[in-house]
């Protein structure tokens, strides 16, 4: 069984900072891509960041140069580091992972709880 859980998510005023964490663990035999995504009330869940197994990053535009994703291989975890926060990034922040279980033959997609992110203006 594989889970992904989140953390650090909470409130901030706006042009603060949050670092987003997301550990994988459970039967993983390696890990492909590993990302973060979120969803605003109603609306749709949208990437936001990416990393690949091989260190390659994409960004949404509306993030660039604002948020950074970095990873973790050893500890199988993905982080989100989130700089000048705007209330239009309020939304739940969901982690994603592309996992290869052991013993298994192809790499399935799971993915976090969520965690809440609330930027006040």
């Known amino acids: 069984q594989v889970r992904l859980v989140e953390s650090g998510g909470g409130l901030v005023q706006a042009g603060g900072s949050l670092r987003l964490s997301c550990a994988a663990s459970?039967?993983?035999?390696?890990?492909?891509?590993m990302g973060w995504y979120r969803q605003a009330p109603g609306k749709q869940r949208d990437l936001v960041a990416a990393?690949?197994?091989?260190?390659?990053?994409h960004y949404t535009d509306s993030v660039k140069g604002q948020f950074t994703i970095s990873r973790d291989n050893a500890k199988n975890t993905v982080y989100l580091q989130m700089n000048s926060l705007k209330p239009e990034d309020t939304a739940v922040y969901y982690c994603?992972?592309?996992?290869?279980?052991?013993?298994?033959?192809?790499?399935?997609?799971?993915w976090g709880q969520g965690t809440q992110v609330t930027v006040s203006s």
């Open positions: 990393n690949t197994s091989g260190g390659g990053t």
């Open positions: 459970g039967s993983i035999f390696s890990i492909n891509a």
């Open positions: 994603a992972a592309s996992i290869l279980r052991d013993y298994s033959d192809y790499h399935e997609d799971y």
